[in-house]
């Protein structure tokens, strides 16, 4: 079924170092979305968003400027500290496009990034939130406690994306208890170009564009 309207992606993830980036690259190109990513901490010469960039092939993807950009890799909030910045939720004003939008949120969705924030916060009620979930010990657990935590936000999961070589018996029970539809897996690959980005776009165009 083709959508005939925009959609805003948002990318989460259980934890950081889950593949969020490669599943956003792999999203932006499937759906020739934009990409933005509100809160970059950490190695602004090689950000999330240049990651991004340099693996895409087509032409009218737009990169979004980032919010906040910290140099220090820490948690957003001490980051910001660090750097004698404040993060105002008022600077961060969801973005007005005609495309379809991917937004990449920074670690899990209880990552601080003020007193009173959190990444869950970034959250919109016209996203659709997807969930990255990397296969390592525990992260059944992680996994599940961040899909309750979204849904008792009456935050909607649209989908999940599984990192890491096939491993049934967790992606058997995690489907089995949320009820998610999986989009699709990412496999332990030896290296991503935008080759590789484009194989994986193929397959999880359809899915993308069939999500509730």
């Known amino acids: 079924m083709v959508r005939h309207y925009t959609m805003k992606l948002f990318i989460t993830g259980i934890s950081t170092d889950v593949g969020k980036t490669i599943a956003s690259a792999i999203i932006t190109e499937a759906l020739e979305a934009d990409y933005w990513k509100p809160i970059q901490a950490g190695d602004l010469e090689n950000s999330d968003s240049h990651t991004v960039k340099t693996l895409l092939s087509n032409g009218k993807t737009k990169i979004h400027p980032n919010s906040y950009a910290f140099k220090t890799p ?60 990397k296969h390592y010990l525990g992260s059944i657990n992680h996994t599940l406690l961040t899909i309750e935590a979204l849904q008792n936000r009456n935050i909607k999961v649209s989908g999940l994306i599984f990192n890491g070589d096939e491993n049934t018996s967790t992606e058997t029970i995690i489907l089995k208890k949320t009820g998610i539809s999986m989009i699709g897996r990412i496999n332990d690959e030896p290296y991503f170009d935008k080759n590789v980005i484009l194989e994986y776009a193929d397959r999880f165009r359809a899915p993308l564009l069939e999500l509730n």
């Open 74 to 133: 820490a948690s957003p909030h001490l980051a910001a500290a660090l750097e004698n910045v404040r993060i105002d939720f008022k600077n961060i004003q969801p973005l007005t496009t005609k495309n379809h939008l991917v937004i990449e949120g920074a670690g899990g969705i209880f990552v601080p990034l003020n007193d009173n924030e959190t990444i869950i916060d970034l959250i919109q009620p016209d996203y659709k939130v997807i969930v990255v979930s």
